[in-house]
C-alpha cells in the first residue's frame, strides 16, 4: 500500500485548498477511503469518509459543510477540497484506506493570518 499525499499550504482564514491523495498497491476502486488529520498535541481526528465507488460520503461535525471529499477510480487518486477554511483546521492530513493507519507522510496544512 502507497499512499502520497499533496496540495497543503499556507492559507489565510476564509481560504480554499484541495488536497490529493495518489494511490497505488492495492485495488483503489474497491476500498472505502478516508482522510484524517493530526494537529500539534492533539490525538489523530477522523475528517471524511467516501464510499469505493464515491456514492457516498460523511463527515466529522467541525468540517461538514466546508470540506468535500471526492475521488477518481480511474486515476487512482482521493480528494478532500476544503472551503472556508479556519485556524482549527491546521493539521498534517493524512490519507488512508478505511480502518487502516496513514501510510503516506501526510500534507501540512496552515491557517494563518
Known amino acids: 500500500v502507497r499512499l502520497e499525499e499533496s496540495g497543503g499550504g499556507l492559507v489565510e482564514p476564509g481560504g480554499s485548498l484541495r488536497l490529493s491523495c495518489l494511490a497505488s498497491?492495492?485495488?483503489?476502486?474497491?476500498?472505502?477511503m478516508t482522510w484524517v488529520r493530526q494537529a500539534p498535541g492533539k490525538e489523530q481526528e477522523w475528517v471524511a469518509t467516501?464510499?469505493?465507488?464515491?456514492?457516498?460520503?460523511y463527515y466529522a461535525d467541525a468540517v461538514r459543510g466546508r470540506f468535500t471529499i471526492s475521488r477518481d477510480n480511474a486515476k487512482n487518486t482521493l480528494y478532500l477540497q476544503m472551503n472556508n477554511l479556519k485556524i482549527e483546521d491546521t493539521a498534517v492530513y493524512y490519507c488512508?484506506?478505511?480502518?487502516?493507519?496513514?501510510r503516506g507522510q501526510g500534507t501540512q496544512v496552515t491557517v494563518s493570518s
Open positions: 488512508a484506506q478505511r480502518g487502516d493507519r496513514p
Open positions: 498497491g492495492f485495488t483503489f476502486s474497491t476500498v472505502f
Open positions: 467516501i464510499y469505493s465507488d464515491g456514492s457516498a460520503s
